[in-house]
């Protein structure tokens, strides 16, 4: 029951530290997984975690009414389970979709319940009632935001725990090597999903000098960094000299 306290409360307070700040970073899986690493204890396994979850999420919106997973909610759970269950990387990644899209739903069952607030705010505003109402935001923002979703992260740790870990057990060998499998696919996956929404024809020739770069040369990941850095620098420069220099040929011109 401690760890699923400590893991409940580390969840809460770190979305209410990025709620409070309008960061929208530290709910992001590879913000959230070394802090869950850290709390549990196992610091690299919650970084390779939030690095893997942050690959499959980065990509996933919500678009209109579309609800996607709560990645938030699938780290807290996951990076616990790989660490106090001891199950694979890869198949922790895999139970990352049914958890988050679990966590999402539950939504549904709370957002009509936060909409009995509505009345105390318009009361508040329509009074000009600052205090009131910047004390009514506050309690929402501590207390009825997240709540449900923290007694959710509370019940999968403490109940969910040891039976994730049973279920794992007693998986047939092929089973659990089809999930580490997608769950090392995943990330790709949601790499895929990022590509489509950025890519453009123009830029076709980086991804294959990428390609090249890493498959044929061996390079890391912190070289292929460095090189990109390096290329959008040069190019900074040069679309910021060709701007000078057609910004002079006007003045020249108006003379």
Do not use: C
């Not at 070289?223 to 679309?239: E, S, V, W």
């Amino acid at each position: 029951m401690t760890t699923a306290l400590i893991v409940a409360f580390t969840y809460w307070l770190v979305y209410w530290i990025d709620e409070s700040f309008s960061w929208q970073a530290l709910v992001r899986p590879i913000v959230a997984g070394p802090i869950f690493g850290l709390v549990l204890g196992d610091v690299k396994t919650g970084i390779i975690l939030g690095g893997m979850l942050e690959a499959i999420y980065m990509g996933v919106v919500s678009i209109g009414g579309g609800a996607p997973a709560d990645a938030y909610v699938a780290t807290a759970l996951v990076v616990t389970y790989v660490i106090q269950g001891g199950i694979s990387l890869e198949a922790g990644v895999a139970l990352s979709f049914p958890i988050g899209t679990l966590a999402r739903n539950i939504n549904t069952l709370v957002l009509p319940m936060h909409a009995y607030l509505i009345r105390w705010f318009e009361k508040f505003a329509a009074a000009g009632d600052y205090k009131s109402y910047s004390f009514l935001q506050q309690i929402y923002r501590i207390v009825f935001s997240r709540l449900f979703h923290t007694i959710v992260i509370f019940l999968g740790v403490w109940l969910g725990g040891d039976a994730v870990v049973s279920f794992f057990n007693v998986l047939p060998p092929y089973i659990l090597k089809g999930l580490t499998v997608a769950g090392a696919l995943f990330p790709a996956v949601g790499l895929g999903i990022l590509l489509t929404m950025i890519y453009k024809k123009e830029l076709t020739g980086f991804m294959i000098i990428g390609f090249v770069l890493v498959a044929y040369l061996g390079i890391g990941t912190m070289g292929i960094a460095l090189i990109a850095g390096a290329t959008a620098l040069i190019f900074y420069f040069i679309d910021a000299e060709k701007k000078a220099n057609a910004s002079s040929s006007k003045g020249e011109e108006l003379f």
